[in-house]
């Protein structure tokens, strides 16, 4: 196969199970697929051959999966780490994620369609991880090279609008058909690349929201949105709770984001025709609600950003919203705060609020569009400060 396509190597003392895992990937992929029978067969191979994803048994003679991850990982610390346990070895496995970077666990009898769903995404993750490297060397070299600043210059200009392009189609082309709802959104970056997110997927009969803002704006930032939506996706839909989404995604940004890197966000779940939205926040600004009978209400919930600890981190909490027709759920980044006037007065202390209360009862479309241009005039037409991201929630 080519030097591209994706190594998998399986590692298991059982034939059965070998031949079960070998049969998952040569049936339904087009990886190039490896086995071992033991521990000392899995080091020989990783010595001398690139591999990108290694599933390994738990039990095992010679050494246990965790002791072999390890020493995988001193080997080849760019190859993702999966790791098979029986339901008595889980505490073992789950002690194994720091310990040995394990990108997941799985419990026997595995899902094949689960599986396959966490290599996918897992693979391109890793990918995602070696472009963000690449690109960041890249810049730090154009910063030397003074003598060629001119046409790195252009050439980097060309690239952005092209990176630009990738990143809008990264955003969701439309929002999913939810009985009882109707969804809006303004995305305005401050420059050609931006920081801010979100995506939306359906779920059961419902659907799950993020909204985010990555710290910054560029091509650091906007290439962590594309991480940002790999961890969100593969994360959400197989995670039924607000909280526990935002925890698990805390653990996966924290160790793929480059050092310093974070993401405010916050995640709404939504079921179709129902008035209760659950809502968890990750120190993305307060939503609103604005209520059909002109009041606004502030839905003050804090949180600490993902990827920014990876441990330690204070529980997050959920909020349940209750959104009856006619409502709108107003939820940003704090772009369209961070709008200075010329007296220097932010957006977000003088006129945010009163806009907002100025502005209930209307459709969310026309909120959040009205908010932005009149943000704009605050900040009397200048260039933004900063990305603007703005969703609304309207309750049908």
């Known amino acids: 196969m080519g030097e591209n396509t994706p190594s998998i190597l399986l590692v298991d003392d059982e034939e059965m199970v070998l031949s079960s895992l070998r049969g998952v990937f040569t049936l339904q992929t087009d990886y190039d697929v490896h086995e071992a029978a033991t521990p000392k067969e899995a080091l020989s191979h990783v010595a001398r051959a690139r591999v990108d994803v290694v599933i390994s048994d738990f039990l095992m003679p010679e050494m246990n ?23 008595a070895d889980k505490e073992n496995a789950i002690k ?5 970077g394990l990108y997941h666990y799985l419990e026997k009898p595995w899902d ?10 897992a693979l391109s ?18 910063l030397r090279q003074h003598g060629e600043l001119e046409a790195k210059h252009r050439s980097i200009e060309r690239e952005l609008e092209m990176a630009a392009r990738i990143q809008r189609s990264l955003l969701p082309k439309r929002f999913p058909e939810l009985s009882g709802f109707r969804f809006a959104n303004l995305y305005e970056p401050c420059e050609a690349l931006g920081g801010d997110f979100f995506d939306v997927i359906a779920k059961d009969d419902g659907a799950v929201l993020l909204v985010s803002d990555v710290i910054g704006h560029g091509v650091q930032a906007a290439l962590s949105t594309m991480l940002l939506k790999g961890v969100f996706q593969e994360s959400a839909a ?3 709770e607000p909280t526990e989404l935002l925890a698990e995604m805390n653990r996966r940004l924290h160790a793929v984001l480059p050092s310093g890197m974070y993401a405010a966000a916050g995640v709404f ?3 179709s025709g129902s008035d209760h939205i659950y809502y968890a926040n990750a120190g993305l600004p307060f939503p609103y609600v604005l209520r059909k009978e002109k009041r606004l ?14 441990v330690d981190v204070p529980p997050y909490e959920s909020r349940e919203i209750v959104a009856r027709s006619g409502d709108v759920v107003v939820v940003g980044s704090d772009g369209i705060g961070s709008v200075i006037a010329d007296d220097g007065a932010m957006f977000e202390d003088e006129e ?15 909120i959040i569009e009205e908010t932005f241009k009149r943000a704009l005039a605050f900040g009397n037409n200048k260039p933004l400060p900063d990305d603007v991201l703005l969703v609304a929630m309207t309750r049908t």
């Not at 194994?96 to 040995?100: C, D, G, P, Q, S």
């Not at 990918?127 to 154009?142: A, F």
């Not at 600490?304 to 990876?310: E, I, N, Q, S």
């Open 297 to 310: 209400d502030e839905i003050v919930l804090p949180g600490t950003p993902l990827g920014l600890f990876a």
């Open 125 to 142: 993750e890793k990918g995602l991880r070696r472009q963000l490297t690449t690109k960041v060397r890249e810049l730090d070299q154009l």
């Open 269 to 271: 779940y939504l079921s």
């Open 65 to 87: 999966g965790i002791e072999l991850l390890k020493e995988i990982k001193r080997l080849q610390p760019e190859a993702i780490r999966l790791l098979l346990t029986g339901y």
């Open 96 to 100: 194994a994620i720091n310990e040995v």
């Open 352 to 366: 945010l609020r009163k806009t907002l209360e100025e502005l209930a009862g209307r459709d969310g479309g026309t």
């Open 238 to 240: 197989r995670i039924d």
């Open 112 to 121: 094949n369609e689960a599986l396959l769903n966490i290599v996918r995404n």
